[in-house]
Nanobody, 120 residues
Framework: QVQLVESGGGLVQPGGSLRLSCAASGSIFSIRTMGWYRQAPGKQRELVAT???????NYADSVKGRFTISRDNAKNTVYLQMNSLKPEDTAVYYCNADVRTRDWTIRGYWGQGTQVTVSS
């Protein structure tokens, strides 16, 4: 199986920055797309950003110019640098990865989530 472990969440003031990390481990042959999603209280989970194996990226309009997604394929890790944070960025952030495991199965995996709170 595959495990995704997120870290880096916390409390930050508006205008501040945080960097989230998500490391994948387990029976991994290769990882295709990795991404970050978030879910605020009372709202549906939404896409924040994704990054393909080759490095192409996709962002939600609400975070363009403020957030940057990157990955280290050698470490099976994806990062989310969040700058100019706003109170509306407050949510639980989830890591997602499309993984081909060593038994040649492809499926998506989710992390447990990390809380990001933007408040003064």
């Amino acid at each position: 199986q595959v495990q995704l472990v997120e870290s880096g969440g916390g409390l930050v003031q508006p205008g501040g920055s945080l960097r989230l990390s998500c490391a994948a481990s387990g029976s991994i042959f290769s990882i295709r797309t990795m991404g970050w999603y978030r879910q605020a209280p009372g709202k549906q989970r939404e896409l924040v950003a994704t990054i393909a194996n080759g490095g192409s990226t996709n962002y939600a309009d609400s975070v363009k110019g403020r957030f940057t997604i990157s990955r280290d394929n050698a470490k099976n890790t994806v990062y989310l640098q969040m700058n100019s944070l706003k109170p509306e960025d407050t949510a639980v952030y989830y890591c997602n990865a499309d993984v081909r495991t060593r038994d040649w199965t492809i499926r998506g995996y989710w992390g447990q989530g990390t809380q990001v709170t933007v408040s003064s």
